[in-house]
């Protein structure tokens, strides 16, 4: 059984790192890479924490609960690797046994100081992010899913890997141990990698809504951004015939003068969330402008024709444009155009 169990957790370094540093970029995971972090490496040299824990007053308080779950585990030998990868699925069998109630008391530490982090972090995000024209209930709505979102990720990354720490220290396997950290490892690199290379604009969950939630806010102003950022690419042609591909998209310089200018009401982030169309490629006579919400919904937007007059119905728009999704990755702003005035009226 030896085997078997090493090759399922071998699929699981491989595999879970790979996906959670996907999601990350939807989902902002500070407060669970934190503590994921302190408590693995608590677990790894647990021998060497509780030596300094029991001269430092101070460093025993903060390591109390991850050192606790040391003890524990120590005690009585984690289950088969299967319980703790399906952990969120078995909860009411864990909240209705004693003992397996006790196993999971023993992460309070760790969620609350997830939840400390998850704060600061919070409290930080709307006074950059949101104010002053979003309202606290519109980014406490957004937080209680986030919450919720971080708490199962938490659960599925969290147990399995910390108990195959202790399992496997405990039975001296450490270089089977040091073979998953590098499944592990190459797994976050593939991650990376392909986030850096794939045809996609990176642009989280929450940078969208937002995007959605101000719009709604102050629509006059969004809609002057907006306008002001399409017609600041209309008005010069050359520009915009060389930051247009074959497929319609405007990027380059082009897509740089309209993220500045939507700069005036927008976020940076929100503004990088917009993309920019101009159909047909090479003659355009219709300009796109919209922020696809990642999740789904009905994406914000706003064009004009070659003259600069803006189109508000959907069915003069070239068909299939609306509703698609960024397919490629921005480059690195090369234009030197100023910042946008910061107050639209």
Avoid at 209 to 224: E, K, Q
Wanted: overall charge positive; hydrophobic content about 50%.
């Amino acid at each position: 059984m030896r085997a078997p169990d090493f090759l399922l957790r071998l699929v699981f370094f491989a595999t879970v790192p790979y996906l959670f540093t996907i999601v990350a970029t939807l989902f902002p995971m500070t407060g669970v890479v934190a503590n994921v972090a302190l408590t693995l490496v608590v677990f790894a040299f647990a021998q060497a924490a509780r030596a300094q824990a029991e001269r430092s007053r101070l460093l025993k308080r903060v390591m109390a609960r991850r050192l606790a779950f040391e003890a524990y585990y120590r005690e009585n030998p984690p289950r088969p690797f299967l319980f703790y990868v399906f952990y969120p699925l078995l909860l009411p069998y864990v909240l209705f046994r004693p003992e397996a109630r006790r196993e999971l008391l023993l992460y309070r530490g760790f969620t609350g100081g997830g939840a400390i982090i998850l704060l600061l972090a919070a409290v930080f995000d709307f006074y950059e992010h949101w104010r002053p024209e979003l309202a606290l209930r519109d980014f406490l709505e957004v937080w209680v899913i986030l919450f919720a979102i971080q708490t199962l990720a938490m659960f599925v990354f969290l147990l399995p890997i910390a108990t195959t720490v202790v399992k496997f220290h405990s039975e001296r396997r450490l270089l089977e141990l040091w073979v998953l950290f590098g499944a592990a490892a190459i797994s976050v690199g593939a991650a990376v990698f392909t986030l850096v290379h794939r045809h996609r604009h990176v642009v989280s969950w929450v940078t969208t809504h937002r995007v959605m939630l101000r719009t709604r806010s102050g629509p006059d102003r969004a809609r002057a951004a907006q306008l002001q950022a399409l017609r600041a690419v209309v008005a010069d042609l050359p520009e915009l015939a060389a930051s247009t591909d074959e497929a319609g998209w405007v990027e380059g310089d082009s897509g740089a003068k309209a993220e500045e200018e939507l700069g005036a009401f927008y976020k940076p982030d929100e503004s990088y969330a917009f993309s920019l169309h101009a159909l047909p490629p090479r003659a355009p006579e219709v300009f796109v402008l919209q922020c696809a919400i990642v999740g789904g919904g009905p994406p914000v937007w706003r064009a004009i024709g070659r003259s600069g007059a803006e189109i508000t119905d959907k069915k003069a728009l070239p068909p299939g444009v609306l509703g698609q999704k960024p397919h490629r990755s921005k480059k690195p702003r090369t234009t030197s155009h100023g910042p946008a005035p910061r107050i639209v009226k």
